[in-house]
């Protein structure tokens, strides 16, 4: 019971193309924060952050990025995003955002995130087996 299962092919590269859609997401996110946009700049004050805090935003959401797309380290990226969704799903509830395509949005990349990674990793499957 607590041993490797081979992935298939269809699973493995249906999490690789999950977790590369998650990847290029969240490097442009991270991207535009660090190059603090406009959009980034005005976007920010509307939800009641410090403008100031775009390039370290920018600088966390493309830490846990690269820790995600590297195998070794993709757990902790994982669970590293995974806080930091949380985190911006608070502040559009704060803000008082539109439910489904702001508030939620942050839980729709979790599990697209999550889905990817249990896809393309055996060892996430040990620790949460599906069962049929």
Request: hydrophobic share 50%.
């Amino acid at each position: 019971m607590n041993e490797l299962v081979p992935i298939s092919p269809t699973a493995l590269w249906t999490g690789r193309i999950l977790s590369g859609l998650v990847v290029l997401f969240l490097l442009f996110d991270g991207a535009i924060k660090l190059i603090a946009l406009d959009i980034v700049i005005e976007t920010s004050r509307q939800l009641g952050i410090p403008t100031d805090l775009a390039v370290t935003l920018g600088v966390l959401t493309l830490a846990g990025t690269l820790l995600y797309a590297y195998p070794k380290t993709s757990v902790l990226g994982a669970i590293l995003l995974t806080g930091y969704l949380g985190g911006a799903i608070y502040v559009h509830v704060r803000a008082g955002s539109p439910l489904f395509s702001h508030t939620l949005f942050g839980v729709y990349l979790g599990i697209l995130l999550w889905a990817g990674l249990y896809l393309r990793d055996e060892r996430l499957r040990l620790i949460f087996p599906w069962r049929r």
